[in-house]
């Protein structure tokens, strides 16, 4: 007789106990409802795996009182509870798809919204990574050999020797691979690209693995802190770049390790476009436990909805009840959108190019939108800055993906793209035009991310007038490179690499600037109220607008389509805030070595306002209006009659 759940009470969960027994034998458990509360916490370990196949191709059996029930699972959790299972003693874990009845909406709405307590508060997290093949255990001691080799300070993310006396010790040599042969590299990548690494779900968590947890494959065990200092040390050394998928896996699980508690939502949703779930609604629930967002909007886990409900109710929140339209930003206008409209993001379509960071282009303003529920569509204010002329291709479909080491044939590549577009400039520009606009040319193929727009200037960054000196060599019709001279120019050309992946140069009305590759002559470009970047829109039949996706344009990332530019000595920066330990928005006058809040470009504020004063007015302003009382972050000087006031063209776009 098969098993049928009963349901769950709203402070429980289910744990399962696996009976000992010999290797070969049927796998024999006992559900149990458990309250989950701080004062009585049941013990238990909580699984950390990937499903893989869906086909219920095994059977356990679930031991009552009276009778014992089957209950069919998957190839890859059956193997587990195998390898998991004592021969003496019983074992109590927690596993997602046994411990929830996946076919009761209600009861999986529930306890997905349980997950952050049930792995934070489990004995330990297993994280099982399935059975030891393709050289695995290789690969797992070489992790521990490097973790015992270093010691990390997390908080700077630095690197130092474990034994301080190992003064000849070349593990901290950062310009050469690590000591390992090309055959245990070789089972790093192969470790790297299984399914579990690419999972969604396990993002949480590891990352609520509080009581500690350890990485099982086959019969060998390490600790997730080992893997997590092995892993940032591979990241930032030297690796051989011939070794298939190498540097794209440890990449991947870079960005698992260094997940941080209470990011924003968009941040989550960008650091996670590839990770992969079987429901398409799971791309917001999955993550909602790593923001700081969900509980502040109302955002939890109902799979009552549709994925369509789910995708459009999150963009609704954040436009009406965040006053933010970036989201907008994660729009792509691709051919797998089914039903979805292009003004919300198709979450479990990856994008072809990565973010834009620093985007500014709508200072401070809120978004005015509106929701028309019977045709889906939004009808958002914004002002048209011009369309786009001229398009170009930048790489071709054979550049190859970057490596680490073993760079120089793939920095020739990149220099041969590099010409063709400078060459595509000329003659689309004119040689004058061209040299004028060298430096929009320059902020916009490194998408202005350059040190000196830190304060203080990184270390990590360009430096702007390095890469603009070496972008005007490479691009003159007479230069011939040497290989020394291209190896120079590498962080340059790796960053133009990394910022025109999946899009196109355009020429845009007195602008240049990238988009999405999708882009055509002819589509418009708008900056919408509320929206960090500009964004590229395409006129249908009817009077709408299909989004594109968002784009760079040089000369209005940082609001100058509202204020117009920063004059004199000021640059808008990202500063160090020591308080928060992260960096903030402000603004820098370079001449006078000062900064402040406040955008200078703004003026006085209008009658019957002032600016209250608060703990963090070194990071950001809030307003009272004197008479009401009421207190705000909305800046008036930048709400619509105020900016129409000053001349600036609004208008509506239909967004369909």
Known sequence: MEHTYTPLKD?????????????ESDIHIILTDARLKAEEIPRYEALSYTWGS??????????????????PVTENLYTALKHLRDTSSPRTLWVDAVCINQLDNEERSQQVAKMADIYKLAAKVIIWLGPEADDSTTALKAFKTIASKINVDWSHHAISLANVEDTDSDWLDMTTRAPFSDTTYFSIARLLDRPWFSRLWIWQEVFFAH??????????????????????????????????????????AHEIIVTQDQSPLLDVLRRTKDAQCSDPRDKIYGVLNLTKESERLGIRPDYTKTTLEVFRDIMLKKIFEDNNLTLLTSCELQDERGDIPSWIPNWPVPKTCKGIWGARACSKTVPKARYNHGDGYIIATGRRMGAVLKVQQILT???????????????????????????????????????????????????????????????????????????????????????????????????????????????????????PKTVREGDHIAVFLGCQSPIVLRPNDDGGYLVVGECYVDGLM????????????????????????????AFMDRGRNVWQVEDPRLGPLPEGFAEEEHSMQHVYSMYRYIEGGNVSVVDPRMMPPVLQARGVDLQEFRLV
């Open 11 to 23: 402070d429980c969960i289910r744990i399962l106990t696996v009976k000992p027994g010999p290797a």
């Open 54 to 71: 869906l086909d219920l191709a095994h059977m356990v059996y679930i031991d009552t009182e009276s009778e014992q029930l089957r209950l």
């Open 211 to 252: 009581n500690g947890a350890i990485i099982v494959c086959g019969d060998s065990i390490m600790s997730w802190a080992e893997f997590c200092r092995a892993i940032l040390y591979l990241f930032m050394r030297g690796l051989p770049g011939e070794i298939p998928r190498l540097v794209k896996t440890i990449s991947q």
């Open 397 to 515: 479909d054979h550049t190859s993906t970057l490596m680490r080491t073993d760079i120089l044939p793939q920095l020739l590549e990149l220099y041969a793209a590099l010409k063709r577009l400078t060459s595509w400039l000329r003659n689309n520009l004119g040689n004058d035009e061209f040299v004028h606009k060298l430096e929009n040319i320059c902020r916009s193929l490194c998408c202005n991310h350059f040190s000196y727009l830190y304060e203080p200037m990184d270390g990590y960054s360009l430096e702007y007038q390095e890469a603009l000196d070496q972008l005007r060599v490479l691009a003159d019709p007479m230069t011939e490179p040497t290989d020394k001279f291209l190896e120079t120019c590498g962080n340059f050309l790796c960053s133009f690499y990394f910022n025109v992946i999946g899009r196109s140069f355009i020429l845009n009305e007195g602008s240049v600037g990238l988009a």
């Open 558 to 585: 940082c609001g100058e389509a509202f204020l117009g530019p920063l004059t004199g000595n000021w640059q808008f920066v990202a500063r160090y805030d020591e308080s928060s330990r992260c960096y903030r928005n």
